[in-house]
């Protein structure tokens, strides 16, 4: 999914080693949250924030990692379970960049 996303400017990957069913990325200068909901209308559940974190302001996570406010700040974070299939994932990316660049339009 990282190099389908590669088409996107400004796009990072939070940390180096994370666990294969979960990959957390912050989308600079973009509104995440809008981006969560245009991807729900898709059938895509995402998370802004850390499974554990329910009133932060952004990822506290990537926050302490990066000392970057806007990263942390335009965070996504998607996961897959075990009945996810590789037709999912690359629905998930195309549907993801279709709507980050319909927010990069706007």
């Given at each position: 999914m990282v190099r389908m996303l590669?088409?996107?400017e400004s796009v990072e990957v939070n940390g180096t080693n994370q666990v294969p069913h979960i990959l957390n990325i912050s989308l600079l200068g973009r509104d995440t949250d809008y981006l969560l909901m245009l991807l729900d209308a898709d059938g895509f559940s995402v998370s802004t924030k850390s499974a554990c974190e329910s009133d932060a302001?952004?990822?506290?996570?990537?926050?302490?990692?990066?000392?970057?406010?806007?990263?942390?700040?335009?965070t996504l974070r998607i996961s897959w379970g075990p009945t996810t299939t590789l037709r999912d994932v690359r629905r998930c990316a195309a549907s993801l960049i279709r709507n980050v660049r319909f927010i990069d339009t706007r």
């Open positions: 590669s088409v996107l302001d952004g990822s506290r996570p990537v926050r302490i990692f990066t000392d970057d406010r806007e990263r942390a700040s335009s």
